[in-house]
């Protein structure tokens, strides 16, 4: 399938390709973690990382960070944040973030990624 996508057929084929690729991701991320003989929790935090709907079972969990930390990272890409995504998602109840917790978050992330930009040069 890399290989396919080298010699890709159109754009339509790529986008097939990628989504099929990211759809594996967190199964094969939590593979390789089982074999590398990381924690349990972490492991199950990368298999879990895309069920947005899930609802953890006694609290927050690192499942809870990891799946806030992906949809805030989408927020982010907007110009104008769209925090309606986060409505919907159980981690952010979970981690009792407010749309004000993740302004905060989220002007610190650009603060850092700027002040990265400026020590390579980009």
């Known amino acids: ?10 754009s339509q084929y790529d986008h097939v390709l990628a989504e099929l690729v990211g759809s594996w991701h967190p199964s094969i991320g939590k593979a390789v973690l089982e074999t590398w003989g990381f924690a349990a929790e ?15 079972r006694g609290g927050a969990d690192l499942t809870d960070v990891l799946i ?32 004000d ?7 610190h ?3 850092e990624l700027g002040t990265l930009h400026d ?4």
């Open 1 to 10: 399938m890399v290989r396919a996508a080298g010699e890709s057929a159109g």
């Open 42 to 56: 972490m492991c199950d935090a990368v298999g879990d990382q895309l069920d947005y709907e899930r609802k953890s």
């Open 68 to 99: 806030a930390g992906i949809v805030l990272a989408d927020v982010l890409g907007d110009k104008e944040y769209d925090f309606s995504r986060c409505a919907s998602v159980p981690a952010f109840a979970a981690l009792a973030l407010a749309k």
């Open 101 to 107: 917790d993740c302004i905060a978050i989220l002007k």
């Open 109 to 111: 992330t650009r603060d």
């Open 119 to 122: 020590a390579l040069g980009c």
